[in-house]
């Protein structure tokens, strides 16, 4: 018997999910991700070789975390490829062949020689999360102005102080937990500033509070959070944003200014404060360009903001493509406990689990309350229109190329220069070496804004002008390029009494009532010194589903 | 003819140029896309102005004419419209190599025919090949300099042109499709499109190689085909490669026919630092899929150019659709089965740096005016273009 090989692109909650429920399902599972451990970018782990005594110091639901982890890479149908990269996809001929070809790098990204191999899977699970957007404003480019996403992997992952004196602004509520771990780690926090006004935040979380409850069923975290901004007298304010960053050479003073609901500045309200490091944060971005590169359709997901794009899956999580599966952040941005879930549905249907098992039912629940928690997060932390009010025309938009606020509204504007690609090219935003990541979805608004009635449909026959449209996916050196690839490294031998779903088997890795689910990206209430409300209802008024009773079988 | 209305089909660089000699001669021009202009083929390319790789012959007095015509017609751009230079006209010559005694021996007879055609050719040495490309391989046979190859941001040259042709009086409509031809008494006089009709009395098809999908829409058809093209881009580098070096294979591959893929090194740096790495040839349709195969092909044979470049990062690749002809000559002329239809297109890999000589071709045939070079080798009425049955249906695109 040869067991259902599922393949899994990215080991953070909702991949690590998805393992464990397809290896329950009884599928062979290959997981990989580009870190030496699995966790993604919420449970970043400390390299090895930092040997940390207290791992769980920076960490979240460790505990759990830890235990799924293990299970997974100690399960004899699983092979783990840590520090591997997937830079291309291949489609098959005809879509309804399959999942795409994957190509792999093995090996640390800055080594000399790392290999190539394929694997073609009979069921792909991506899972490959988000990264934190950024908007532009004058001085974003200088050293010492570090994303909120990169400000704490290099806190986590590395334990790096970033500065002695550092602001941490944005909106949405990674503001807090960043801040924290910065707090953890030595670095003095001067203040945290929340561009959404209270009334916008407030109406976002207050609407249907039971959704919140649903999802926070803590907030215990959130108070730690907040209490940790308390003890070290870090003021967190809202409707206020850092519109400027200057200094010679390296960030030296920012200038922070209150905002209106729609972002404008308040004239008279900017303020300099003098600062060695300043951790901004817009919300996030999906990493679309394996999705895209699979073929998958993407759609406004669970947003509701104009232009935003994710992974379109149904009730399986299955996508557009034939036995490709999407999980957590490129679905829609809802947090850890979603992505969970997510993967536990993607990864028992991948891997041949009965798509009938009555678990799978309070998964989908979960889930529903994940995307619904996304949409009050989108609506609490909506990114102010009038933000482009805050550049200038010499501002940098593309940090890579340096390209300025003014050629892209020039190349947006002119009737010859309307094409995406032709203006790519002029300006070349969105050309070096992030490869749009970050200014991506900014140039697509922006060019959104300049055309009024959108741009140009796309032509047959070339793939649509989108941001996301990386075909290779992680650069990849010109030898390794030349090398052929070798087949996938074999799986180890497979007792017969290990093929298959085990009795009792269950999709969900961890069927216990979630009694912790706060993720970074979670429903993190400000519990600032003035806190805008309780951080969930005690009593939550008609709930659409009843509460998780917690009586699901024991999983093995 | 003078008053004439003009629509140019197609806002690549081969309708842009068009649009920009018909409209300075006076013609009422407008110019339609189904996308944006400068989206497709035409920034899907490296930007080639080449005489090199061509040998004696029509194409290659089309690619002298054209060389001759851009310093000037760019100048004039920049008087029109101060922009001229988002073209990045880079004059830095070409080096063709051979690594073997066969293609050495191949390279030389091809070279003897192209100085009879009239192009300048230097035999580089070894001391000289040091001088000029440092980092390329000690173990080539021949090295030889063509000093008037050339390289434009394609996208940005299109632009230039299209944007003097709008600022002397042209229009333009993109995101409009040609749908089909309204005929009468046998000629065209509009065309049908999803942004309404069109009247003209003359329609331009520059649909680069959606040309054959577009004749076809306007009831006659020629056989202009998609060959599929990859290209390379590393992340930006030190100053590594000065000219734009390339293997004698790439003569071959470019004349070859063949069903299957071909590959063949071309190496050049841009002015952003990023090296660009060709090339490909693939026949299979308006097949947009990444072929990691291909890729790696054109890995390896860039690597015997330069093998120093086995680090360097490549971040990006990017594909696009040549417009083929089976007999790999240009169409430019009046369709002899429709009148009012004219065609300009079917360059291949080189309408970039053909398109000026393309233009003033085709604008001097429609106003009845002696051309500069034979232009009969291009004519609509060959088989190659009108094609029959059989050879229709091989193309299977």
Redesign the interface.
């Known amino acids: 018997m040869t067991a259902r090989h599922t393949l899994v692109v990215g080991a953070g909650p909702g991949g690590l999910s998805a393992a464990a429920a397809a290896l329950a399902a009884g599928a062979r599972v290959t997981l990989i991700d580009s870190a030496e451990q699995p966790g993604g970018q919420y449970n970043r782990a400390l390299p090895d070789a930092y040997a940390a005594a207290r791992p769980d110091r920076v960490q979240h639901d460790w505990d759990r975390f830890d235990a799924l982890r293990r299970r997974v890479l100690t399960h004899p149908r699983c092979t783990w490829w840590s520090g591997t990269e997937v830079w291309?996809?291949?489609?098959q001929?005809h879509e309804a062949a399959g999942p795409p070809t994957v190509?792999v790098a093995h090996g640390p990204a800055d080594g000399?020689a790392r290999r190539r191999s394929t694997v073609t899977p009979d069921a792909l699970v991506l899972a490959v999360g988000a990264h934190d957007r950024v908007l532009p404003f004058p001085g974003w480019q200088l050293p010492g102005v570090f994303t909120a996403g990169a400000a704490q992997a290099m806190v986590k992952g590395e334990r790096v102080v970033l500065g002695n004196q550092v602001v941490v602004a944005g909106t949405g509520p990674f503001l807090l937990p960043v801040a924290d771990s910065l707090l953890e780690a030595g670095s003095s926090v001067i203040e945290v500033l929340e561009a959404s006004t209270r009334g916008a935040a407030a109406r976002g979380w207050l609407r249907r509070p039971w959704e919140l409850a649903a999802q926070a069923g803590k907030g215990g975290e959130l108070l730690e959070y907040g209490a940790a901004l308390a003890r070290h007298r870090v003021p967190y304010r809202f409707g206020r944003a850092v519109t400027e960053v200057r200094g010679d050479g390296r960030a030296e003073e920012a200038v922070t200014a209150r905002v209106r609901q729609d972002w404008s500045v308040v004239p008279g309200t900017e303020r300099v404060l003098p600062v060695d490091a300043v951790c901004v944060t817009h919300g996030f971005s999906p990493l679309l360009e394996l999705p895209l590169?699979a073929g998958c359709a993407l759609g406004p997901g669970p947003s509701t903001v104009p232009g935003d794009e994710f992974v379109t899956v149904d009730g399986d999580q299955h996508t557009s493509v034939r036995q490709v599966y999407a999980a957590g952040e490129i679905t829609g941005v809802a947090g850890a406990p979603a992505a969970r879930a997510e993967g536990a549905v993607a990864g028992w249907i991948a891997g041949g689990g009965d798509p009938g098992h009555p678990a799978l039912r309070a998964l989908r629940r979960k889930r529903d309350q994940g995307r619904a928690f996304a949409r009050r997060l989108a609506l609490a932390h909506a990114v102010g229109g009038a933000w482009p009010g805050w550049l200038r025309p010499e501002t940098v938009i593309c940090r890579c190329?340096g390209a300025s606020y003014a050629s892209v509204c020039r190349a947006a504007e002119?009737?010859?220069?309307?094409?995406?690609?032709?203006a790519k090219?002029?300006t070349?935003a969105g050309?070096?070496?992030c490869?749009a990541r970050v200014c991506g979805p900014t140039v697509a608004e922006l060019r959104r804004r300049a055309q009024g009635d959108g741009?140009?449909?796309?032509?047959?026959?070339?793939?649509a002008?989108s941001p996301h449209h990386?075909?290779?996916a992680q650069?990849?050196?010109?030898?390794e390029?030349?090398?052929?690839?070798l087949d996938a490294p074999p799986h180890g031998p497979v007792p017969d009494s290990d093929l298959g779903p085990g009795p009792g088997a269950h999709p969900d890795p961890d069927p216990h009532p979630d009694p912790d689910p706060a993720p970074d990206s979670g429903p993190h209430l400000p519990h600032s010194p003035q806190p805008p409300h309780p951080p969930h209802p005690p009593h939550p008024p008609h709930p659409p589903h009843p509460p998780h009773d917690g009586t699901k079988e024991k999983r093995q | 003819m003078s008053g004439s209305r003009v629509a140019v089909l197609g806002?690549g660089i081969i309708g842009?140029a068009c649009a920009r000699e018909l409209v300075r001669a006076g013609l009422d021009v407008v110019v339609v896309?189904?996308?944006?202009?400068?989206?497709?083929t035409?920034?899907?390319g490296e930007g080639n102005v080449l005489v090199s790789d061509k040998g004696p012959g029509p194409e290659l007095e089309l690619a002298q004419l054209s060389r001759r015509l851009w310093p000037g017609v760019l100048a004039e751009a920049e008087e029109r419209t101060g922009s001229a230079r988002?073209a990045e006209w880079e004059p830095k010559g070409g080096i063709m190599v051979a690594t073997t005694e066969a293609g050495a021996r191949g390279l030389a007879d091809f070279a003897a025919g192209q100085r009879t055609a009239g192009v300048r050719i230097e035999e580089l040495d070894a001391d000289a090949v040091r001088s000029a490309e440092p980092h390329l391989t000690p173990h080539h046979t021949t090295a030889l300099h063509y000093p008037d190859d050339g390289q434009v941001?394609?996208?940005?040259a299109?632009?230039v042109l299209?944007?003097e042709a709008?600022a002397r009086g042209a229009r333009?409509r993109?995101?409009t499709e040609v749908l089909g031809a309204v005929r009468r008494g046998g000629r065209i006089e509009a065309v049908q499109t999803t942004g309404g009709r069109i009247e003209a009395d003359i329609f331009v098809n520059a649909a680069g190689?959606?040309a054959g999908e577009l004749s076809r829409r306007l009831g006659a058809p020629v056989e202009v085909h998609?060959r599929r093209g990859e290209v390379?881009v590393?992340?930006?580098l030190p100053p590594t490669v000065f000219h734009k070096v390339y293997d004698a294979d790439y003569v071959g591959a470019v004349g070859s026919s063949a069903e299957e893929t071909q590959t063949s090194a071309v190496v050049e740096s841009t002015r952003?630092g990023?090296i660009l790495?060709g090339s490909s040839r693939s026949r299979v349709g308006?097949d947009?899929?990444?072929?990691?195969e291909v890729?790696?092909q054109v890995?390896?044979k860039?690597?015997t150019l330069f093998p120093g470049?086995?680090?360097?990062?490549?971040?990006?690749?990017?594909?696009?659709?040549r417009p083929y002809v089976p007999d790999h000559l240009p169409v430019i002329g009046a369709d002899p089965r429709l009148p009012g239809l004219w065609h300009a297109g079917g360059h291949e890999g080189a309408g970039i740096g053909l398109s000026v000589g393309t233009a003033r071709v085709l604008c001097d045939l429609l106003l009845d005016r002696p051309t500069e070079i034979g232009a009969a080798p291009f004519r609509v009425d060959r088989p190659a273009v009108l094609g029959g049955a059989a050879d229709a249906s091989a193309q299977g695109a």
Do not use: K
């Open positions: 291309a996809l291949e489609r001929a190509h000399s590169a190329e002119g009737a010859e220069g309307a094409d995406a690609r032709a090219l002029g070349r050309l070096g070496p490869q741009p140009a449909p796309p032509v047959p026959g070339l793939p002008a990386r075909p290779i650069p990849i050196r010109l030898g390029l030349a090398q052929a690839p | 806002a842009s896309d189904r996308g944006g202009a400068a989206g497709a035409t920034s899907h988002a941001q394609p996208a940005g299109a632009q299209l944007g709008l333009l993109t995101g190689p959606w998609p390379l590393t992340a930006p952003a990023t790495i308006f947009v899929r990444l072929r990691p890729l790696s890995a390896r860039a690597l470049l086995a680090g360097a990062s490549v971040m990006r690749t990017y594909g696009g659709f």
